[in-house]
């Protein structure tokens, strides 16, 4: 019903940058917010940054804060990114995740995932 297909990964050295992208789409897409998930080797999936659709306000979890921009353009039902200072520990499987908007709040879509490798 809704695809999330993200784009923009890959390898990079430890301090330099990386600009994933989220296109979204499918009938009648609509959505509350739009986000970014990663996991890490070893570890659980987790939270990295969420905007709301209708005025962009943002949330970020700590380890990312004042490293990692989110943002979106309405228009082409894109959410992105912007990953600065990478360190290696960024290193991980990257997932986009969108609500259903009035007609699905609680559900949950999710992308196919994205590497991103940072080396030291």
């Known amino acids: 019903q809704v695809q999330l297909v993200e784009s923009g990964g890959g390898l990079v050295q430890a301090g330099g940058s990386l600009r994933l992208s989220c296109e979204a789409s499918?009938?009648?897409?609509?959505?509350?917010?739009m986000g970014w998930f990663r996991q890490r080797p070893g570890k659980e999936r987790e939270f990295i940054a969420s905007i709301r659709w209708s005025g962009g306000a943002t949330n970020y979890t700590d380890s990312v804060k004042g490293r990692f921009t989110i943002s979106r353009d309405i228009r082409k039902n894109t959410v992105y990114l912007q990953m600065n200072s990478l360190k290696p520990e960024d290193t991980a499987v990257y997932y986009c995740?969108?609500?259903?908007?009035?007609?699905?709040?609680?559900?949950?879509?999710w992308g196919q995932g994205i590497q991103v490798t940072v080396s030291s």
């Open positions: 995740e969108t609500d259903g908007g009035p007609w699905g709040p609680t559900v949950r879509y």
């Open positions: 499918g009938r009648a897409f609509s959505s509350y917010h």
